[in-house]
């Protein structure tokens, strides 16, 4: 029988990251977790790594090749330290991706996500008109054609069978993976005001039917709240994360206060 986590203790943060963009752009949002004592991990994403293979047709994966690599990395960093508390923060896709594992059987201790959505194209503006072409046309006629979704089109070089998961996604609002029921385990859910990518609407959608209401803590981080010379861009708040982690490290001693 394992030790019981230590909840006193600095968590392991596992940071999965958005669609398309490589654990290198995580840099400064490790380095601001590091900054408070805590530990930090970015996850690869596949095909979007220095020197990693990227889609093309016969190189394909999914979302759920995508969700074990959360999964192996959430084990192997309890076989490492099974009494450091582990903290999921997933940016957009990687959310998702967060959101999938925490309803399985082997979860974190908490998670974060930020601008992260079930992207059902009825919670855009407009009904998500362009979400709607792109995921009712584009991805599926582009994936045939060349086996994979090629750049510069949105996700690309994305793999064939997680670009048309996504795009299924968006068509009818149900995700790639099971849902049960909701997350039990403390979860942040931080929507970047005017965010065209997780908009308002969706964002709140998926906070409302992913996670149980007693686990939720909700912050929208408004432009107000924006330093000067910073973001809260759907990208951009990763190259000044400070707002974000100093809201997340009080979000998470405030869940030791209730321990």
């Known amino acids: 029988m394992p030790a019981p986590v230590d909840p006193a203790r600095p968590p392991l943060v596992l940071i999965a990251p958005a669609m398309a963009i490589g654990s290198g752009y995580y840099r400064l949002l490790?380095?601001?977790?590091?900054?408070?004592?805590?530990?930090?991990?970015t996850l690869a994403r596949r095909g979007f790594e220095p020197g990693s293979g990227r889609a093309r047709r016969g190189v394909d994966w999914s979302y759920d090749d995508e969700i074990a690599v959360v999964a192996d990395a959430v084990a192997d960093a309890r076989r490492e330290d099974p009494r450091r508390p582990v903290?999921?923060?997933?940016?957009?896709?990687?959310?998702?991706?967060?959101?999938?594992?925490?309803?399985?059987?082997?979860?974190?201790?908490?998670?974060?996500?930020?601008?992260?959505?079930?992207?059902?194209?009825?919670?855009?503006p407009f009904r998500g008109v362009h979400l709607a072409a792109l995921a009712g046309a584009v991805v599926p006629t582009a994936t045939a054609?060349?086996?994979?979704?090629?750049?510069?089109?949105?996700?690309?070089?994305?793999?064939?069978?997680?670009?048309?998961?996504?795009?299924?996604?968006?068509?009818?609002?149900?995700?790639?993976?099971?849902?049960?029921?909701?997350?039990?385990?403390?979860?942040?859910?931080?929507?970047?005001?005017?965010?065209?990518?997780?908009?308002?609407?969706?964002?709140?959608?998926?906070?409302?039917?992913?996670?149980?209401?007693?686990?939720?803590?909700?912050?929208?981080?408004?432009?107000?709240?924006?330093?000067?010379?910073?973001?809260?861009?759907?990208?951009?708040?990763?190259?000044?994360?400070?707002?974000v982690v100093?809201?997340?490290a009080d979000w998470w001693h405030g869940l030791g206060a209730h321990r």
């Open 30 to 41: 490790a380095g601001a977790l590091t900054a408070r004592g805590w530990q930090a991990r």
């Open 87 to 124: 903290l999921l923060l997933g940016h957009s896709l990687g959310g998702q991706l967060a959101l999938a594992h925490q309803l399985g059987p082997d979860r974190a201790d908490a998670m974060v996500t930020v601008g992260t959505s079930i992207p059902d194209r009825r919670h855009f």
């Open 145 to 243: 054609l060349c086996g994979h979704l090629p750049a510069p089109l949105f996700g690309g070089p994305g793999a064939a069978t997680m670009m048309r998961q996504w795009a299924r996604m968006v068509r009818t609002g149900r995700p790639p993976f099971p849902v049960p029921g909701p997350v039990t385990a403390p979860t942040l859910v931080v929507e970047l005001e005017d965010d065209r990518l997780a908009p308002r609407g969706s964002v709140e959608v998926f906070a409302q039917q992913m996670v149980a209401p007693d686990a939720l803590t909700y912050w929208r981080y408004r432009h107000t709240e924006v330093p000067a010379g910073q973001s809260n861009d759907h990208i951009g708040w990763v190259r000044t994360p400070e707002p």
């Open 246 to 248: 100093d809201r997340i």
